[in-house]
């Protein structure tokens, strides 16, 4: 009878204790996991946020273009997303990933929102080492720099490209893009200049269009938004350009505020009616062109007043 | 027995209660460490980004002048006073600019520029989130402005100290 009493005590205690050491057991790896997944989306956040920072030296100043490359330890991915309607002149977001195990990728970090800077880049960019580049945009004033991001890994390879473009993308020595020619291979996206067939990316510089075949969407550009509509996809592409006709409208009010101040040193500009019809919302990027002649009449203006209101440099 | 029984039971639940409080210490202590690193490292983020980015900033097209490099316009930049649209577009908590005429001069000595008493002041103070806790990192610029002297407009030059504040997270 005692033997029997404690055989069950002691099987108790046995139940007892393994029941309570398992749910510890598990309580510790379950925090633990958490813990690295909240660390782990901690240090995807924190690079997503020097990212941005790292793009500040692209902004080109005096300099017709900038250009830089960021390498990272492993094969990373880079998530965007753009936002013309937040607050008054929009934001883009930009949020960072890198490979763990295998082939299998770490949570994505927090988002990260970009307000005074215009990315142009795919939705997604999965790359080891990205290359960047900047262009000045001009309407007819200095609007902002244009920056373009794209993965190191993949080629471009354009055809019949036109001397001014070809130029100004070389001095930039992006190891990515190819200018075919006779001689060279290239394996990659085809960017066509030409009526070319099967090309991925066909540029009319006549129509001010850039047809991508794989999306089926065809974005306009004027000047150096050209880059901006090969290098990014559509969606990006319209969203900031809606964000930079507003910040377009920005300036544009901060110049007609000015006329007022350099009048009072007899400082007179005759752009102001011609400045005022600019103003107003953009639907879409095929309404650009008619902002580009607008914005030619004020400069042509602008150039002949007595006291310039501003620089004109890079505007063709 | 029973009773044994029962004080064994009862140190055990003692002994689980304590080792489950172990545990939580453990995980506060190591996220308390991990988050001061974090907002650090944010402070730090942020900071940079100030940092590197009030160096361009002068060259920014609501600031800067024409055919002039590290050059804000002043004929421009008072304008910026009062925009709200560019309240939370720069990583700034607080932007001004202190002209020549006022270095040297406490904070409450300085003329405020409004754009009646433009340029006749010392400070233009575009916006100041009123953060507590707060580091400005400065910068030397060009300060130009169109002025009339014997029916002549010209650009009037002088040097100007462009500052940008971050908040800290601490």
């Known amino acids: 009878m005692r033997m029997k009493k404690k055989g069950v005590a002691l099987a108790f205690n046995w139940i007892f204790a393994i029941l309570a050491g398992g749910f510890i057991l598990f309580l510790a790896i379950y925090g633990a996991g958490k813990f690295i997944k909240t660390s782990e989306r901690a240090i995807y956040t924190e690079t997503a946020a020097s990212l941005v920072g790292l793009t500040d030296p692209l902004e080109t100043g005096f300099a017709s273009g900038k250009a830089h490359e960021i390498s990272f330890k492993k094969k990373s991915r880079l998530f965007f997303d753009c936002d013309e309607s937040f607050r008054v002149l929009g934001r883009q977001r930009i949020s960072f990933s890198e490979q763990t195990f295998g082939d299998k990728y770490g949570e994505q970090g927090e988002w990260i929102t970009i307000k005074d800077k215009y990315i142009f880049v795919e939705r997604e960019l999965e790359a080891k080492k990205i290359y960047l580049f900047s262009k000045p945009f001009f309407m007819p004033y200095k609007i902002s720099d244009l920056i373009m991001m794209v993965p190191a890994s993949q080629n471009y390879c354009f055809h019949e490209t036109p001397e001014t473009i070809k130029e100004s993308l070389e001095g930039l020595n992006l190891k990515n893009i190819i200018f075919k020619n006779q001689t060279n291979e290239c394996e990659g996206i085809d960017v066509c200049f030409s009526n070319k067939v099967g090309c991925e990316i066909e540029v009319s510089e006549s129509r001010g269009t850039v047809f991508k075949k794989e999306k089926g969407k065809k974005v306009h550009y004027v000047g150096d938004l050209l880059y901006g509509a090969i290098f990014s996809s559509p969606e990006i592409y319209e969203c900031n350009v809606k964000r930079i006709k507003k910040r377009i409208d920005e300036l544009t009010k901060i110049y007609l505020e000015k006329i007022d101040i350099i009048e009072r040193q007899d400082c007179q500009s005759n752009v102001r009616e011609k400045l005022q019809s600019v103003m107003g919302n953009l639907d879409s990027s095929s309404e650009l062109i008619n902002l580009h002649s607008l914005m030619k009449d004020v400069n042509s203006i602008n150039r002949l007043s007595d006291c310039r209101l501003y620089d004109d440099r890079g505007f063709e | ?170």
């Open chain 2, 1 to 170: 027995m029973l009773q044994k029984a029962q004080l064994r039971i009862q140190e055990m639940a003692f002994m689980i209660v304590a080792v489950v409080l172990f545990f939580v210490l453990v995980g506060l202590f190591i996220l308390s460490i991990a988050y001061t690193g974090l907002s650090e490292e944010a402070t730090r983020i942020a900071e940079d980004r100030t940092l590197s980015s009030i160096i361009v900033l002068a060259d920014s097209p609501e600031l800067n002048c024409i055919r002039k490099t590290n050059c804000v316009d002043g004929d421009k930049f008072i304008n910026l006073i009062g925009k709200n649209a560019y309240l939370n577009f720069w990583p700034y908590s607080s932007l001004r600019l202190i002209k020549f005429s006022g270095f040297g001069k406490e904070k409450d000595e300085m003329l405020k520029c409004t754009k009646e008493n433009y340029p006749d002041c010392d400070l233009i103070e575009v916006f100041d989130k009123g953060v507590s806790n707060e580091r400005t990192v400065g910068s030397f610029v060009a300060f130009c402005r169109k002025d009339n002297k014997n029916d002549a407009v010209y650009d009037k030059c002088e040097i100007a100290k462009l500052i940008a504040g971050t908040k800290l997270k601490k």
